[in-house]
């Protein structure tokens, strides 16, 4: 009927379709403005970049194709980007950024639904991918307050992200980097799990390259090893140290991280080596190298997992017959280990357990403390580590400046608040609650993968609480990889059958439903940003923040220090300040300037300075209610005589200055 307000049902279909619109055209634009970054980066050789695109053109072309490239070139992406000329520690996320852009731009082109159905996995996947956007943006918004206006900040974090993203590390993108981990963990899962479903046979293929690829990275361990006897004078001790102090790895520079990755894999190859109709022999040559590669990363979790995991196993009937020697092995491996750290002095934290639990309990209670000091929202995407600072313990300080929290989940939980580590832990659990109900299938050997994949990343997450290994970019594509190939294989199993029963008992009013409630979501998302930054930004030290003023210089008569202001420029006093004191005198040979003064954006005064001899410009704050931690004083510089100008802000001339030697307030 004319004139009333759209229906409920109406108004929820247009927010979806909003919001699908925003997310088709936001995520490739964010995969095409960090992916071209690679170009503007002079030390890459041409044909590097001839062949970064070739990956894109592949993945546009045959994305099938192209993800088995990313699993078979991302994990060794440090040391291919040492020969290739590029940057070893962006290597791995170049790879994949050349992948994410390719397809997605085959998705947009073809305009494919497939990647976008609704369902459980589909949607916590975007839902978190949302919050860590929402996150991300709650973060630059506080930072700017600290960095320059917000122009001038947008300006440069633009043209960081353009010419930077794939450049060397830059603290100035850490934010960026580890939300770009994180959301491209996501669509590398979507990817996988949606190309599985037009070619079937997609998944173990990807499994078998995931499994040469980490192969490959261990024999680089062992050569490295070989290298290092070799140089070694005395190469037998250099022996006995790989089994009692040395750490090292070559993929990664995290050993942990690299145990981690090796873990996952030695498990997830039971699955593949039992199911193997034939060659098995030639996939079980894959434990020869990664077996001695684990050991070296000295990482206690991933022993621990590769011990203790496999042995859920035994409910599968096939799991249960090869089981034998694992088992011996494994109690021999233990057996080992508990000898070795009894027997050798306790020089380095690997070889002594309780050191490394009481630090790993010391990093909780520290997680902890930062939890509480923003217990909704979290403190931030990439924020944990520089928060870190003021909440070490003393146990821990004594080792590190900053740190991340050594355990995966306590790091999503306290950077992306409950809700995020709620996300993170539903896309684990639907994962794993589709592989469970594929191994009802009575297709014993595929079943037999499914399980030792499941088992692997069981194995994986086990180390997560021990480490951080989803910062670290190879391991992080070989953990979403791995997902997203043993939930492609579980849809498989499942079959057909499954899904006309799924459409039969409602399924499309389901996807309604879920797209609705994710559309919610984003919505509650967008709204909260504003909110969210405004809290960041009452916790956030604005004592020594400048903006427009140059750096330090001497006056070439006196040696007096000063800093030139203008024409626009921004100093942050106490909210306790009453009378606020600038120091200011005009540029020597230069004419005289009017200074205008705002206070949190309304004129209070304005003063003319007309030569190079110091005064103190002296201002009454006026009173603000509530009072804030800091209020803003803009100063904007004017020719002598200019008319009076409204209020709203500063707007000076180009080019016009005034010399500021101190800004001081009362009460101090």
């Not at 870190?388 to 306590?410: I, K, Q, V």
Request: hydrophobic share 50%; proline share 6%; with cysteine.
């Amino acid at each position: 009927m004319a004139g009333r307000w759209p229906s409920a049902d109406k108004a929820l279909d247009w927010l979806s379709r909003v919001v699908a619109g925003c997310a088709r055209t936001l995520v490739p634009a964010g995969c095409i403005l960090a992916w071209q970054s690679l170009f503007w980066i002079g030390e890459i050789p041409a044909w590097t970049k001839v062949g970064y695109v070739g990956l894109t053109l592949l993945s546009a072309a045959r994305p099938a194709d192209g993800l088995l490239a990313v699993a078979g070139l991302a994990i060794l992406g440090g040391p291919l980007a040492g020969l290739t000329g590029a940057i070893p520690n962006r290597g791995p996320e170049s790879i994949v950024l050349a992948f994410l852009t390719g397809w997605l731009a085959r998705v947009i082109w073809r305009r494919e639904r497939n990647v976008e159905r609704p369902e459980g996995l589909s949607t916590l996947t975007m839902a978190f991918g949302a919050l860590v956007v929402a996150s991300l943006l709650v973060t630059e918004v506080v930072r700017q307050r600290s960095w320059g206006p917000p122009l001038g900040y947008g300006a440069f974090l633009f043209h960081e992200l353009v010419r930077h993203y794939l450049d060397v590390v830059r603290p100035s993108l850490s934010a960026f980097y580890e939300s770009g981990l994180l959301l491209e963990g996501g669509l590398l899962l979507m990817a996988a799990v949606a190309l599985s479903r037009r070619a079937p046979d997609l998944p173990m293929r990807l499994l078998r390259m995931l499994v040469v690829s980490t192969a490959a990275a261990a024999v680089l361990s062992c050569v490295r090893l070989a290298m290092g006897m070799l140089r070694n004078v005395d190469p037998m001790s250099l022996v006995w140290r790989t089994f009692t102090e040395l750490r090292l790895t070559f993929h990664v520079s995290d050993v942990n991280a690299a145990g981690s990755h090796f873990a996952m894999v030695i498990v997830a190859l039971v699955g593949m080596v039992l199911s193997a109709r034939r060659l098995s022999w030639v996939w079980s040559l894959a434990w020869l190298p990664l077996l001695p590669a684990v050991w070296l990363t000295g990482s206690r979790a991933a022993v621990l997992a590769i011990l203790l995991v496999p042995v859920f196993g035994i409910f599968h009937r096939r799991w249960r017959r090869a089981f034998v020697f694992p088992v011996a092995a494994a109690c021999v491996v233990l057996l080992f280990w508990l000898w070795s750290t009894r027997a050798v002095p306790n020089e380095i934290d690997r070889i002594n357990p309780a050191t490394g639990v009481s630090h790993r309990l010391l990093f909780l209670q520290m997680s902890w403390r930062i939890w509480q000091e923003a217990p909704v929202f979290g403190v931030g995407i990439g924020q944990y580590q520089p928060t870190s600072e003021r909440f070490m313990p003393p146990d821990l300080r004594a080792l590190y400046l900053t740190e991340n929290a050594h355990n995966n989940f306590a790091q999503i939980g306290v950077e992306l608040g409950p809700i995020g580590l709620m996300l993170f832990l539903g896309i684990l659990a639907t994962a794993f609650r589709r592989m469970w109900l594929a191994l009802r299938s009575p297709r014993e050997g595929d079943t037999v993968v499914v399980l030792g994949t499941a088992l692997g990343l069981a194995a994986f997450l086990l180390t997560c609480l021990t480490g951080h290994p989803l910062l670290v970019a190879p391991v992080s594509v070989a953990f979403w990889l791995t997902t997203g190939a043993g939930v492609a294989i579980a849809e498989v199993l499942r079959g057909s059958d499954a899904d006309r029963a799924g459409a039969r008992n409602g399924a499309a009013e389901k996807a309604r439903y879920l797209g609705e409630a994710l559309s919610i979501f984003v919505l509650l998302l967008a709204v909260s940003v504003p909110i969210r930054a405004a809290l960041g930004l009452r916790h956030v030290d604005l004592s020594g923040v400048r903006y427009g003023f140059e750096s330090a210089e001497r006056d070439r008569e006196t040696g007096e220090p000063f800093r030139l202001a203008g024409p626009r420029a921004t100093v942050f006093v106490p909210g306790a300040a009453r009378v606020v004191t600038l120091a200011v005198a005009a540029e020597r040979d230069a004419p005289g300037v009017e200074l205008a003064l705002w206070v949190d954006g309304r004129l209070a005064n304005r003063v003319m300075v007309r030569d190079a001899t110091w005064r103190d410009v002296s201002l009454l704050m006026p009173t603000a209610k509530p009072s804030p931690r800091f209020r803003r004083l803009d100063i904007g510089v004017f020719p002598l005589g200019t008319p009076s100008r409204p209020e709203g802000g500063p707007v000076g001339e180009p080019s016009l200055s005034v010399r500021v030697r101190s800004v001081s307030f009362y009460p101090p």
